[in-house]
């Protein structure tokens, strides 16, 4: 399955509302890039984040032939140094229309002053030590409960937990992590039931 990488562009013309919707749907790491106009600031004031100004974002009265390349650059720059954030990009309609000819060729052009494009990436990597870490805390949990809980119950709830955060866009490593710690909590719960078998009282 693709993953994206989600990238907002938004035009100094849009109003109080259009911002308050894309403020309210930014994750807590997103990155806002502004050029550095009055109108600029005014939608990074209303967005309520830190910005990175980028003078290639200014509007030019006679854009060069490799603008739309420039801004791309400038873009995907910022996209790169964090693949799993949100990128905002504000900036004048026609140094907006410039820039998605490049960054998203493909893709029609929103109606209104906010428009999303999705750059692909590749799956967040799975934490390996967070989940065997996990997996053998849940199996000492597992075991401190087994007086009243089956040993199998609390692996098999994280398990289903697991399967449904596959299916969920951006959450698939949590998923595939949960999984991981429960056949590590499984194998460590096997090893001392058998322990314990051959030494009764260690566990």
């Given amino acids: 399955m693709t993953d994206y990488q989600r990238i907002l562009v938004v035009s100094t013309q849009a109003g109080a ?7 309210s749907g930014l994750g807590s790491s997103a990155t806002v890039v502004t050029a550095p106009t009055v109108e600029g600031k005014r939608v990074v004031q209303a967005l309520g984040r830190p910005a990175h100004p980028e003078v290639l974002l200014a ?12 801004l791309d650059e400038v873009v995907r720059r910022h996209a790169v140094a964090d693949r799993f954030r949100d990128v905002v990009v504000v900036a004048d309609p026609a ?10 060729p493909d893709q029609l052009p929103a ?6 494009v999705g750059l692909p990436r590749g799956a967040r990597p799975v934490p390996l030590l967070w989940a065997a870490v ?15 809980l089956s040993f199998w119950v609390l692996p098999a709830v994280v398990g289903v937990a697991g399967l ?8 698939r490593w949590v998923g595939e992590a949960a999984l991981i710690a429960v056949v590590v909590s499984l194998v460590v719960s096997l090893f001392a039931i058998v322990g314990s078998t051959r030494f009764p009282g260690a566990w």
């Fill in 95 to 104: 140094t907006i229309t410039l820039l998605l000819r490049v960054l998203a």
């Fill in 164 to 171: 449904v955060l596959l299916a969920v866009p951006g959450r």
């Fill in 59 to 70: 509007p030019v009265r006679f854009p060069g032939v490799d603008r739309g390349h420039r």
């Fill in 17 to 23: 509302d259009e911002l308050a919707r894309v403020r």
């Fill in 111 to 116: 109606s209104g002053p906010v428009t999303e």
């Fill in 134 to 148: 996990a997996g053998v805390g849940l199996a000492v949990l597992a075991g401190l409960l087994s007086a009243v």
